[in-house]
């Protein structure tokens, strides 16, 4: 049976078997959803306390979205949202963070656990026969690169790999030593929200994510501005060269970096785009900006998501929003280089380019 998957699931089976509205919540004080009589700054003036390892976010009035040349149909409209204020880790949440949590609590992550089969053909056609139950045993997505012969193929570059999980980044023979510093991976949708839980924090939601990520800047293609390279410099871990297989390394990465090597935002925020893909609470839709804009809702306040997920080409697998691309993002393909840019990741599966990091309210 092929063993190349494709990430539309926890445990990649497609493969191998094959009027929800965006939700706007109520203003604390008001209940009223934000309008143009709302003042237009993005820096409202609050007082906040230090928080060791967070990042202030001040709240305001933002806009969120892209409708230019690069971005991709999901990104658009742009529009107008508020926000609270709100601490953000400055950085991707580290291996070595990671394993204080598992010491502490004794927690198991969805790639070490065996595949539950009754929850997983749920996101199956129904009739779809159960596998042969060496397919069930833990594992996760793993990168192989080898030639691919057509880009929108993933299943010619990720392998599902048995024992793949956040201590083996790449399969049973691989290791995390020496890489404390490096962000977490092979990191399921409810293990970061246990991990948050556990830390007093939790995930960002879309919109708190993007505002982070620009960080001031707007209508520019990428996060930094209107170069990928100014100036020669790399400003962040993506994919250099011919993907999937022809990595030049030219930022001196092959895969994951430390979290810090690359200057922060001016919100003080390191690798908001590339290294790993980061959760958000969001679930995730492909017209959710669209249907926003046909209910003539020009801003929510603290807007959430919406209730339910779809996704039209994998209706039947439950999705939440990723974002900031990874170090496999490249110029030739997944080029996410935009805070706006979104990707449907299925809530229980984790892959070798998918970490986290967490928020705290004030």
């Known amino acids: 049976m092929n063993k190349h998957l494709s990430r539309t699931l926890h445990y990649g089976l497609l493969l191998l078997l094959s009027s929800v509205f965006y939700q706007c919540q109520s203003d604390k004080s008001s209940g009223q959803t934000a309008t143009q009589d709302t003042p237009s700054t993005s820096l409202l003036t609050d007082s906040q306390e230090s928080i060791d390892g967070m990042v202030w976010i001040p709240g305001g009035i933002y806009q969120i979205g892209n409708e230019s040349e690069q971005a991709k149909q999901s990104e658009g409209p742009v529009h107008e949202v508020q926000v609270d204020g ?204 669209d249907r926003n804009k046909l209910a003539g809702i020009t801003a929510c306040i603290n807007p959430s998501g919406p209730s339910k997920s779809y996704d039209p080409q994998e209706p039947l697998v439950p999705k939440r929003v990723t974002k900031g691309g990874s170090f496999l993002c490249s110029e030739q393909y997944c080029s996410n280089y935009r805070p706006s840019a979104r990707m449907a990741t299925a809530y229980d599966s984790g892959q070798e380019h998918l970490g986290f990091r967490c928020v705290k309210d004030k």
């Open 86 to 289: 709100f601490y953000m880790d400055e950085a991707e949440v580290t291996n070595a963070q990671f394993r204080k949590f598992v010491e502490e609590t004794g927690y198991i992550t969805i790639a070490e656990r065996p595949v539950d089969w009754e929850e997983i053909k749920k996101q199956l056609p129904p009739g779809t026969p159960k596998p042969d139950d060496s397919l069930l045993a833990p594992g996760s997505l793993i990168f192989e690169p080898t030639a691919a012969s057509n880009l929108y193929d993933i299943s010619q570059w990720w392998a599902w790999e048995h024992g793949a999980d956040w201590k083996h980044p790449h399969g049973p023979g691989s290791t995390i030593e020496g890489k404390d510093d490096h962000p977490v991976v092979h990191i399921a949708f409810a293990d970061a929200q246990a991990y948050a839980q556990w830390a007093g924090k939790r995930l960002p939601t879309e919109a708190e994510w993007e505002i982070a990520a620009q960080s001031g800047e707007k209508d520019q293609p990428y996060a930094w501005g209107s170069q990928l390279t100014p100036n020669g410099k790399y400003l962040a871990n993506y994919f250099q060269g011919t993907f999937p297989d022809g990595n030049s390394k030219l930022d001196g990465f092959e895969g994951s970096a430390p979290v810090k090597s690359y200057a922060p935002n001016s919100y003080g925020l390191y690798d908001m785009i590339g290294n790993v893909w980061e959760w958000t609470s969001d679930w995730y839709r492909v017209d959710t900006y």
